[in-house]
């Protein structure tokens, strides 16, 4: 909104300028006196507006909106240095700074076998792990997490913007194939399920937190067996 506000002074200033600019003179044309408006260059006049609108431009394109709940990163290509905007209005160099917005509320990542749910809509994206016995067993799981406010410069230069596959979705899929193949198959399905999935939360808070992730909360949302598993529970 801001810079719009500051677009339309600088097309008011050039708008004066304009007219500033013209003198009215009577020539003439045909044997009649006409006035017409012909272009009288003030150095004295002209100079200050020009300077006064390229001011009023650069501010306008150095304006930016971090949205709440984000963070902007900014590295300033001289300096080498890195700095963070948190929401609301901030100044960005042009040509001078680089920036990235960086989302800090609560994100999930999601593996199902269900198609149109989790980050793989399309394909079934369960966690499948041995277990104790070395029967395999299909996880869905939905992990929520965030960027800790002031790891977020770490992330960008460690990780980047694309750290959900990058780190998040490889971190929680050796977790889970480790705690697994610690229990027997039935305790999976019923008898410890609260258990693993605490101890599926410590393991990924353990390996993402370090890199600059808060881990909220771990949810096992379902279990899948094989077919032949499955096949011999219902015949007992």
């Known amino acids: 909104m801001l810079g719009i506000i500051i677009l339309v002074a600088i097309l008011a200033i050039a708008f004066f300028l304009w007219r500033k600019s013209q003198k009215v003179v ?10 017409v408006r012909k272009f009288d260059f003030k150095p004295y006049f002209v100079w200050p507006s020009a300077v006064a ?24 290509v001289i300096t080498k ?8 209005i901030t100044l960005v160099l042009p040509f001078v700074c680089r920036t990235k917005v960086y989302d800090l509320r609560r994100q999930e990542y999601t593996m199902s076998a269900r198609k ?6 399309n394909i079934d994206d369960s966690l499948w792990s041995p277990t104790k016995e070395g029967l395999q067993v299909g996880i869905d799981l939905t992990c929520w997490y965030k960027i800790a406010p002031d790891k977020v410069v770490a992330v960008h ?21 480790h705690v697994i193949s610690e229990y027997a198959i039935m305790d999976v399905y019923s008898a410890h399920r609260q258990q693993i999935q605490e101890e599926i939360k410590k393991r990924i808070k353990q390996l993402l937190e370090p890199d600059g992730f808060v881990i909220e909360d771990v949810i096992l949302r379902d279990v899948h067996f094989t077919a032949d ?6 015949r007992k």
């Open 229 to 234: 598993f499955a096949k011999a529970i219902e």
């Open 81 to 88: 240095r890195f700095s963070v905007a948190h929401e609301g």
């Open 116 to 121: 149109g749910e989790g980050k793989k809509k």
């Open 157 to 177: 230069r460690g990780i980047g913007p694309d750290f959900a596959e990058k780190v998040v979705r490889p971190a929680i899929r050796s977790v889970v194939r």
């Open 53 to 76: 609108i390229l001011i009023l431009f650069i501010l306008a394109i150095s304006i930016r909106t971090v949205p709440v709940g984000h963070a902007m990163v900014k590295f300033n």
């Open 26 to 35: 009577v020539i003439e044309r045909g044997g009649e006196l006409k006035t």
